[in-house]
């Protein structure tokens, strides 16, 4: 796409960009607004207009959201990887809650039954020779 359709385009779409851009969190603005400066500072020494064109425009988006955020309080949205990451925490917290039932259970399962004999006589007596012989 060529510079003057991207401005064009920027131009024409400003109040959504400045909307979306709103969205991000301040310190993501600011590091944007710094690396258009940078850019700006590079285009200038090139004698881009038409880069630098673009790029003020894209600076005064970036400080429009900056200040539409602040006057209404707009939440950050998460990024995708932020949204990742805390998808594998909650997994993660299941995980662990599955393994503590599993083991709980199987810690009941294999706990030893009292029994309720009080003498050796009482207690049955298997004949392992005449198990065998079932089969």
């Known amino acids: ?4 359709a991207r401005i064009k385009q920027c131009i024409d779409n400003h109040d959504e960009y400045v909307k979306l851009l709103a969205t991000m969190s301040d310190k993501k603005l600011a590091k944007k607004l710094e690396t258009i400066h940078m850019q700006m500072a590079l285009a200038e020494k090139q004698r881009n207009t038409e880069s630098l ?3 003020e425009i894209w600076r005064l988006q970036t400080i429009e959201a900056r200040i539409y955020k602040d006057e209404h309080n707009i939440p950050d949205v998460p990024s995708e990887i ?5 998808k594998m925490e909650q997994d993660e ?14 810690q009941i399962e294999t706990e030893p039954e009292t029994e309720n004999w009080t003498k ?3 207690k049955p007596k298997y004949n392992n020779d005449s198990q065998l012989t079932l089969f």
């Open 1 to 4: 796409m060529s510079t003057s």
């Open 93 to 106: 917290e299941k995980t662990e809650k599955r393994k503590e039932v599993f083991t709980s259970t199987k």
């Open 53 to 55: 064109e673009l790029l």
């Open 120 to 122: 050796e006589e009482e």
């Open 82 to 86: 932020e949204l990742a990451l805390a």
